[in-house]
């Protein structure tokens, strides 16, 4: 970022010249940086200086005096200087898509709107490898409300190639696009929900946005750069909601200079000392502004958006706003605020990277030693840091890639640090981290900090992924580590390096539990076989199946048993509270990240409440007939006495699923380090079907019937039962220990084995068929009971039930022939879906035919099914009370909410508390591992751990400006083409989404997990939508 090949550079933080390393001869250090990797084109964000010329070469005064004489104006004086001395700055050549692992440029380029979709930042398009085929939307269970983008509310939008915030009027979702009318008097689209800071519902009635919205053609979707370019309005037609849109920001910028010195408080009044925390921006703007709060107890938007403006615009980036619509992350006005011993740290850092810049600068001391002058504790440290780093490529070495080359032995760490250099080493964390956004100026103090050591000068770009290697090399980290847990900091808790988190310890469990409550009442239910139905390395076991017949013939009770560990712990105990932090277990390959503490997880949940012969159950239990309807639902705690283990595979070759989505034809297996034979056998006594007796065979034979006819039904509702397509998964092994989770000892345990391959994708499986009909009859029977819990939500899905059946059609149709479902598809479908929210008041889930659904079945593993069971509990003690010997099921009106735990108001601000942890843990589960599928590829093609074909087939999914964005045939990996790697085989306007070429892997950057090629041949072009122009 500092260094460009052979010229002077400035950086635009410091303002000062920086001439030479400090730690390599002039010269030495200067390098050309300009290409990557396959020779394509890179972005540089420092701006050359053409050097001073020796003073021998300057002309003299009075030369340029005679020059300026003879000549009839000054303005021809100044072009003939520009003719003779031409600028280097190519600003023409900053492509307006910015790709994985660059910093978007602010300094001289405010704005990109030729299209949100060219200016948003790659790597937000997706979160990871097609998000669209890594989880249905029922999955998506902590994403904000959808209502942030209804027509006419007036939104805030930072794209990541502009420096001035975008506020936009919402015109309305056509043909899959969103249209926005914004303040720059543009007419803009964009067939992805952009990311939404701040919004303002009913800012613009339907009247007032009718005549843009007319605009617009309603019978198909189009490019937004069709719309940029044929249908921008009239001044006239679009002058009242510019007005509107321009009297409100005035009113906020006055709120925000009159606010001026209250605002400027907010680092020292909000923040706390060492911990992570979230805010509202409410609750913020009633600390820094109590005499603007109106009667209701709310503020007017213009003093919210002055607010926001205000902590955006912190010096140290504090306050971090987490509203992303697009990428679904919470409820609106949510912030992370970093500690305030984080903003010493930058501060001090971003002093001391000024001061030894500038000591540079300046002329050498008399002895010439221009080092002499520098001395501060940054300076010390860079010292020690490269005497470390050199220790550390004695053993292994430095690559250009996000990670050190492999090592497979245990390998020392340096740990004689003073407290004072572990806060430099927390910069370098702050800044890989998530704490710095891609706007900041901090990336300055990053990259300076990389170039003082002068260790980094083959890097093509002194950005996060080179501070991700330093932090490797000082041994902090192991070169193994995810960056994606450091990228995703939960409130309360802290990354333990190379291990789990960090938690405030919640006290000892026992003063957490309780007598069992359902003591009284909890049914035995003796010889009645239950099937737990899972992996035979899986030591955690939450549910099981069950069938018997009803009373009247054709009539079956489906009970499925989950584990009942709210039964024994008090919901407002530590650690309830400590479970909150994380929300739900981490299912992240080679870490073990529980919600629960693990002396409790490894004594109570695996020896008394994982399920079991002899152990506690909550069951729910469905009446159903052979038609498939649901006549009835209960609840009741019981103990189960006759379990049978059985595997999933096994399972489902006796009970077939209904869909099924094999591996692609093309399915491959990568594998680096050596392979691992050792596996630890099964943690509890399995069966098999085969050894099964007749009636134990009958039982799966009658379950899989009705839950089939049950899935029919819902079928009928509108559901999509066709799994998505089959993902690549990651298997993990440390020192012959399969999933073992890393210690953090003085020596980090060498690079493990990697295995990629794929797994066929079924849907409608025995098991997940049951615990969506538990999920349903559970929804049911507490929205009967008046027992508030956390519902699972798509209002989207009910705005535009027309479009939604038409996609739905389609789907069906696909799957009706056995063709695979295009991700495409699944995209749009998806977007017309919306994100899933938890809610307290119930909804149909229409994508899976439910009626209502709560989750119910992994109280052991996710918080939100805790929640439920507890509420439960507590009003099965009411219900046990208000039954009568008369009565087969309580009345609606038994089940007093007040008594319970969470009444429903109180529920709701559970919830909301929850949303970003929650969330969190979920998008960790689901993207965490994605690093060591690119591990595992570098391994191979940089190192040539496993063969790897010679090319590749890259099937484009969006073009983006100067980038093209798509997927590989090899195992599913993401990949970005660049302009400059198409050179001689097609030109960027002759590429559309969906074209197909031929490519090599060009680079892998695993920090940014992405997979750069270069194309060899284009193979075909299969693109609907309209090209776009490079």
């Given at each position: 970022?500092?260094?460009?090949?052979?010229?002077?550079?400035?950086?635009?933080?410091?303002?000062?010249?920086?001439?030479?390393?400090?730690?390599?001869?002039?010269?030495?250090?200067?390098?050309?940086?300009?290409?990557?990797?396959?020779?394509?084109?890179?972005?540089?964000?420092?701006?050359?200086?053409?050097?001073?010329?020796?003073?021998?070469?300057?002309?003299?005064?009075?030369?340029?005096?005679?020059?300026?004489?003879?000549?009839?104006?000054?303005?021809?004086?100044?072009?003939?200087w520009e003719a003779d001395n031409p600028q280097?700055?190519?600003?023409?050549?900053?492509?307006?898509?910015?790709?994985?692992?660059?910093?978007?440029?602010?300094?001289?380029?405010?704005?990109?709107?030729?299209?949100?979709?060219?200016?948003?930042?790659?790597?937000?398009?997706?979160?990871?490898?097609?998000?669209?085929?890594?989880?249905?939307?029922?999955?998506?269970?902590?994403?904000?409300?959808?209502?942030?983008?209804?027509?006419?509310?007036?939104?805030?939008?930072?794209?990541?190639?502009?420096?001035?915030?975008?506020?936009?009027?919402?015109?309305?979702?056509?043909?899959?696009?969103?249209?926005?009318?914004?303040?720059?008097?543009?007419?803009?689209?964009?067939?992805?929900?952009?990311?939404?800071?701040?919004?303002?519902?009913?800012?613009?009635?339907?009247?007032?946005?009718?005549?843009?919205?007319?605009?617009?053609?309603?019978?198909?979707?189009?490019?937004?750069?069709?719309?940029?370019?044929?249908?921008?309005?009239?001044?006239?037609?679009?002058?009242?909601?510019?007005?509107?849109?321009?009297?409100?920001?005035?009113?906020?910028?006055?709120?925000?200079?009159?606010?001026?010195?209250?605002?400027?408080?907010?680092?020292?009044?909000?923040?706390?000392?060492?911990?992570?925390?979230?805010?509202?921006?409410?609750?913020?703007?009633?600390?820094?502004?109590?005499?603007?709060?109106?009667?209701?107890?709310?503020?007017?938007?213009?003093?919210?958006?002055?607010?926001?403006?205000?902590?955006?615009?912190?010096?140290?980036?504090?306050?971090?706003?987490?509203?992303?619509?697009?990428?679904?992350?919470?409820?609106?006005?949510?912030?992370?605020?970093?500690?305030?011993?984080?903003?010493?740290?930058?501060?001090?850092?971003?002093?001391?990277?000024?001061?030894?810049?500038?000591?540079?600068?300046?002329?050498?001391?008399?002895?010439?030693?221009?080092?002499?002058?520098?001395?501060?504790?940054?300076?010390?440290?860079?010292?020690?840091?490269?005497?470390?780093?050199?220790?550390?490529?004695?053993?292994?070495?430095?690559?250009?890639?996000?990670?050190?080359?492999?090592?497979r032995g245990r390998y020392p760490i340096y740990?004689?640090?003073?407290?004072?250099?572990?806060?430099?080493?927390?910069?370098?964390?702050?800044?890989?981290?998530?704490?710095?956004?891609?706007?900041?100026?901090?990336?300055?103090?990053?990259?300076?900090?990389?170039?003082?050591?002068?260790?980094?000068?083959?890097?093509?770009?002194?950005?996060?992924?080179?501070?991700?290697?330093?932090?490797?090399?000082?041994?902090?980290?192991?070169?193994?580590?995810?960056?994606?847990?450091?990228?995703?900091?939960?409130?309360?808790?802290?990354?333990?390096?190379?291990?789990?988190?960090?938690?405030?310890?919640?006290?000892?469990?026992?003063?957490?539990?309780?007598?069992?409550?359902?003591?009284?009442?909890?049914?035995?239910?003796?010889?009645?076989?239950?099937?737990?139905?899972?992996?035979?390395?899986?030591?955690?076991?939450?549910?099981?199946?069950?069938?018997?017949?009803?009373?009247?013939?054709?009539?079956?009770?489906?009970?499925?048993?989950?584990?009942?560990?709210?039964?024994?712990?008090?919901?407002?105990?530590?650690?309830?509270?400590?479970?909150?932090?994380?929300?739900?277990?981490?299912?992240?390959?080679?870490?073990?990240?529980?919600?629960?503490?693990?002396?409790?997880?490894?004594?109570?949940?695996?020896?008394?409440?994982?399920?079991?012969?002899?152990?506690?159950?909550?069951?729910?239990?469905?009446?159903?007939?052979?038609?498939?309807?649901?006549?009835?639902?209960?609840?009741?705690?019981?103990?189960?006495?006759?379990?049978?283990?059985?595997?999933?595979?096994?399972?489902?070759?006796?009970?077939?699923?209904?869909?099924?989505?094999?591996?692609?034809?093309?399915?491959?297996?990568?594998?680096?380090?050596?392979?691992?034979?050792?596996?630890?056998?099964?943690?509890?006594?399995?069966?098999?079907?085969?050894?099964?007796?007749?009636?134990?065979?009958?039982?799966?034979?009658?379950?899989?019937?009705?839950?089939?006819?049950?899935?029919?039904?819902?079928?009928?509702?509108?559901?999509?039962?066709?799994?998505?397509?089959?993902?690549?998964?990651?298997?993990?092994?440390?020192?012959?220990?399969?999933?073992?989770?890393?210690?953090?000892?003085?020596?980090?345990?060498?690079?493990?084995?990697?295995?990629?391959?794929?797994?066929?994708?079924?849907?409608?499986?025995?098991?997940?068929?049951?615990?969506?009909?538990?999920?349903?009859?559970?929804?049911?029977?507490?929205?009967?009971?008046?027992?508030?819990?956390?519902?699972?939500?798509?209002?989207?899905?009910?705005?535009?039930?027309?479009?939604?059946?038409?996609?739905?059609?389609?789907?069906?149709?696909?799957?009706?022939?056995?063709?695979?479902?295009?991700?495409?598809?699944?995209?749009?479908?998806?977007?017309?879906?919306?994100?899933?929210?938890?809610?307290?008041?119930?909804?149909?889930?229409?994508?899976?035919?439910?009626?209502?659904?709560?989750?119910?079945?992994?109280?052991?593993?996710?918080?939100?099914?805790?929640?439920?069971?507890?509420?439960?509990?507590?009003?099965?003690?009411?219900?046990?009370?208000?039954?009568?010997?008369?009565?087969?099921?309580?009345?609606?009106?038994?089940?007093?909410?007040?008594?319970?735990?969470?009444?429903?108001?109180?529920?709701?601000?559970?919830?909301?508390?929850?949303?970003?942890?929650?969330?969190?843990?979920?998008?960790?589960?689901?993207?965490?591992?994605?690093?060591?599928?690119?591990?595992?590829?570098?391994?191979?093609?940089?190192?040539?751990?496993?063969?790897?074909?010679?090319?590749?087939?890259?099937?484009?999914?969006?073009?983006?400006?100067?980038?093209?964005?798509?997927?590989?045939?090899?195992?599913?990996f993401r990949a970005v083409l660049r302009k400059?790697?198409?050179?001689?085989?097609?030109?960027?306007?002759?590429?559309?989404?969906?074209?197909?070429?031929?490519?090599?892997?060009?680079?892998?950057?695993?920090?940014?997990?992405?997979?750069?090629?270069?194309?060899?041949?284009?193979?075909?072009?299969?693109?609907?939508?309209?090209?776009?122009?490079?």
């Amino acid at each position: 970022m500092l260094r460009i090949a052979g010229r002077q550079t400035r950086c635009l933080c410091l303002c000062r010249p920086v001439v030479n390393g400090p730690l390599e001869r002039p010269e030495s250090h200067l390098y050309d940086r300009s290409r990557g990797p396959g020779g394509s084109q890179q972005r540089s964000y420092a701006l050359p200086v053409k050097r001073r010329p020796n003073s021998k070469d300057r002309p003299r005064s009075d030369d340029f005096l005679e020059k300026l004489t003879r000549t009839s104006t000054i303005r021809e004086t100044l072009r003939q200087w520009e003719a003779d001395n031409p600028q280097v700055q190519d600003y023409s050549a900053l492509p307006e898509s910015v790709a994985p692992g660059q910093v978007p440029n602010n300094m001289f380029k405010s704005q990109a709107l030729s299209g949100m979709r060219e200016a948003r930042q790659v790597g937000d398009e997706d979160d990871g490898e097609m998000a669209a085929g890594e989880s249905g939307p029922a999955e998506d269970t902590m994403s904000a409300p959808t209502d942030h983008l209804r027509p006419g509310t007036l939104v805030e939008i930072r794209v990541s190639d502009a420096r001035i915030p975008i506020l936009a009027v919402i015109l309305g979702r056509f043909c899959g696009v969103y249209y926005f009318y914004t303040n720059g008097g543009q007419l803009v689209a964009d067939d992805r929900a952009p990311p939404v800071l701040f919004s303002v519902a009913n800012f613009a009635s339907a009247a007032e946005i009718k005549t843009l919205v007319d605009l617009i053609p309603k019978d198909r979707p189009l490019h937004p750069r069709e719309v940029t370019n044929n249908y921008q309005p009239s001044l006239e037609i679009a002058a009242p909601l510019s007005q509107k849109i321009l009297s409100f920001s005035t009113k906020a910028s006055l709120l925000l200079q009159e606010n001026m010195a209250a605002l400027s408080a907010a680092d020292r009044k909000i923040p706390h000392a060492t911990e992570f925390i979230t805010r509202t921006l409410h609750e913020m703007t009633r600390a820094l502004l109590p005499n603007k709060e109106e009667r209701d107890g709310g503020y007017s938007p213009e003093i919210l958006y002055a607010v926001h403006t205000s902590l955006l615009n912190d010096d140290v980036d504090t306050f971090r706003p987490l509203n992303k619509i697009d990428a679904g992350k919470h409820v609106s006005y949510l912030y992370r605020v970093s500690p305030a011993s984080t903003a010493r740290i930058i501060r001090k850092v971003r002093t001391q990277v000024r001061h030894i810049m500038e000591t540079l600068g300046k002329k050498s001391s008399k002895d010439g030693d221009r080092f002499a002058d520098i001395s501060n504790p940054l300076w010390k440290f860079l010292v020690k840091a490269r005497y470390v780093v050199k220790e550390s490529r004695t053993n292994r070495a430095w690559t250009d890639h996000g990670t050190l080359a492999p090592h497979r032995g245990r390998y020392p760490i340096y740990q004689d640090w003073t407290d004072e250099e572990k806060e430099f080493i927390h910069f370098i964390e702050i800044w890989v981290g998530s704490h710095v956004h891609r706007e900041s100026s901090l990336h300055c103090m990053g990259s300076a900090i990389l170039h003082l050591t002068g260790m980094y000068k083959p890097a093509r770009q002194l950005n996060a992924a080179a501070g991700w290697v330093f932090l490797q090399e000082l041994g902090w980290i192991p070169s193994w580590e995810l960056p994606t847990r450091h990228q995703a900091p939960i409130p309360g808790a802290r990354v333990q390096r190379g291990g789990g988190y960090i938690r405030p310890s919640p006290g000892p469990y026992k003063e957490s539990m309780r007598e069992d409550i359902a003591a009284n009442y909890r049914k035995d239910w003796g010889p009645l076989k239950a099937y737990c139905i899972d992996a035979t390395s899986t030591t955690l076991l939450d549910d099981a199946v069950s069938v018997e017949p009803a009373e009247t013939p054709g009539e079956y009770w489906l009970h499925t048993h989950v584990a009942d560990p709210t039964a024994f712990i008090d919901p407002k105990s530590k650690l309830a509270e400590f479970a909150a932090i994380m929300g739900m277990d981490h299912f992240i390959q080679g870490y073990r990240c529980s919600m629960f503490p693990e002396d409790f997880y490894d004594e109570v949940i695996m020896k008394k409440l994982s399920l079991d012969k002899g152990r506690p159950c909550l069951t729910f239990s469905t009446k159903v007939n052979d038609a498939g309807e649901v006549l009835d639902m209960k609840v009741q705690p019981g103990t189960l006495q006759n379990l049978i283990f059985l595997d999933p595979d096994d399972v489902d070759t006796f009970c077939p699923p209904i869909h099924v989505n094999p591996a692609p034809e093309r399915a491959t297996t990568l594998l680096v380090g050596p392979s691992q034979d050792n596996q630890a056998g099964p943690a509890r006594k399995m069966s098999t079907v085969k050894d099964l007796s007749p009636d134990e065979k009958s039982d799966l034979q009658t379950m899989h019937r009705l839950l089939n006819a049950v899935d029919a039904i819902r079928v009928k509702r509108g559901a999509i039962s066709q799994p998505r397509s089959a993902q690549a998964s990651v298997q993990v092994t440390f020192d012959g220990e399969g999933g073992s989770s890393p210690a953090d000892p003085a020596t980090w345990a060498g690079d493990p084995t990697i295995e990629v391959g794929f797994e066929d994708r079924k849907g409608d499986t025995l098991v997940s068929m049951s615990m969506l009909l538990a999920g349903e009859s559970v929804a049911r029977w507490c929205n009967e009971n008046n027992i508030p819990v956390p519902y699972h939500t798509q209002p989207g899905a009910l705005r535009n039930p027309k479009r939604l059946q038409a996609l739905a059609g389609e789907i069906r149709e696909l799957t009706d022939k056995g063709e695979p479902v295009p991700a495409e598809l699944w995209r749009r479908f998806d977007a017309e879906v919306g994100p899933t929210a938890q809610s307290v008041d119930a909804e149909p889930v229409v994508p899976l035919g439910l009626l209502m659904y709560t989750k119910v079945t992994s109280p052991l593993r996710r918080l939100s099914d805790c929640i439920v069971h507890w509420q439960i509990h507590a009003a099965l003690q009411q219900l046990r009370g208000a039954t009568t010997a008369n009565s087969k099921r309580p009345g609606r009106a038994a089940v007093d909410p007040a008594l319970l735990p969470w009444p429903k108001a109180e529920l709701k601000s559970k919830l909301e508390s929850l949303r970003l942890s929650a969330f969190t843990s979920q998008s960790l589960s689901r993207r965490g591992s994605r690093p060591w599928k690119y591990q595992a590829l570098l391994r191979a093609w940089r190192f040539g751990e496993a063969p790897l074909p010679r090319s590749f087939t890259f099937t484009v999914s969006s073009v983006y400006g100067h980038l093209l964005v798509g997927e590989l045939d090899y195992l599913s990996f993401r990949a970005v083409l660049r302009k400059g790697d198409l050179e001689g085989v097609a030109l960027m306007k002759e590429v559309a989404d969906g074209d197909v070429l031929e490519v090599e892997i060009a680079d892998v950057d695993v920090y940014g997990c992405c997979v750069f090629v270069k194309a060899v041949r284009r193979l075909g072009g299969g693109g609907e939508g309209a090209p776009v122009v490079g």
